[in-house]
């Protein structure tokens, strides 16, 4: 569960989480959850339900569930981008589906956001555990954004750099995209 301010990389750790057990022959699967879709059952898994979904909630879970972990053996990963808004019936699925150990999970949660209940035991537990992806060191803004510019930074602009994005990548990429578009930093 990797739990970090918008735009510190969560996401992009979760794409490298599902890039490496791709490449080593797991069954991967990626959802977003979405503010709209959180009050819709399976509204993040909605890819996966039936065009003629069953009134019954068990036969469309046991369908949803078998659509995720596929052939016996598989080795499954899921991730989940904002999990703090899934909707209940998906964070059901997704425990059930980690507490039986016919999957992984990473999962990303915005920091002051409350995540289901049931997501939370799952790290409370040990079941699956937390990260705290904390912004970046000034050290290493200062070599992301010189790596960005394919140039060393000087003194100033590295001190600017670091005070405006407060180690948040995402943040510091827009300011050096839109820094470098405007001609306000140049070689």
Known sequence: LLVGDAGVGKSRLLEEALRRRAGHGWRTHRFVATEAAS?????ALFSLVPTRAPADRAQLLAQV????????????LVAIDDA???DDLSTALLCELVHREDAALVATVRTGETAPASLTALWTSG?????DVPPLAPDAVIALAADHLHAPLSEELATELVRISSGNPLLLREVLLDARASGAIAE
């Open 39 to 43: 009050d819709i059952p399976l509204g």
């Open 65 to 76: 569930r078998s659509e995720i972990v596929g052939d016996a053996g598989d080795l499954v």
């Open 84 to 86: 703090h808004l899934l």
């Open 127 to 131: 079941t699956v555990e937390r990260v």
